[in-house]
């Protein structure tokens, strides 16, 4: 059993910054991509920045230059560290992992429960 639990959100004002952090924990063998999405009220869920295991990184337009997504393989944690916080970057943000459990021979989809986070004055 695998699970992703995320931290770190809440209400933060325009220009405001957070850090949310996310840990995969489990019967966990190997860990490819982790990434992040979010999703607005009306909205599809939209990636916003994927980090793989060889360190390369995709960001969405909408957040290059201000969201920066790193991680630490020891721990299986990622990071998406948020400045210059607008109100449109309001969402619930969920942690997603592409993770090969132990007893498999491929790489699973696993999703975090998400985190609201808030821009507003």
């Known amino acids: 059993q695998v699970q992703l639990v995320e931290s770190g959100g809440g209400l933060v004002q325009p220009g405001g910054s957070l850090r949310l952090s996310c840990e995969a924990s489990g019967s966990i063998l190997s860990v490819y991509a982790m990434d992040w999405y979010r999703q607005a009220p009306g909205e599809e869920r939209e990636l916003v920045a994927t980090?793989?295991?060889?360190?390369?990184?995709i960001y969405a337009d909408s957040v290059k230059g201000r969201f920066t997504i790193s991680r630490d393989d020891a721990k299986n944690t990622v990071y998406l560290q948020m400045n210059s916080l607008k109100p449109e970057d309001t969402a619930v943000y969920y942690c997603h992992g592409s993770i090969q459990p132990y007893g498999s021979s491929n790489f699973r989809s696993y999703w975090g429960q998400g985190t609201q986070v808030t821009v507003s004055s």
């Open positions: 980090s793989t295991r060889r360190s390369s990184t």
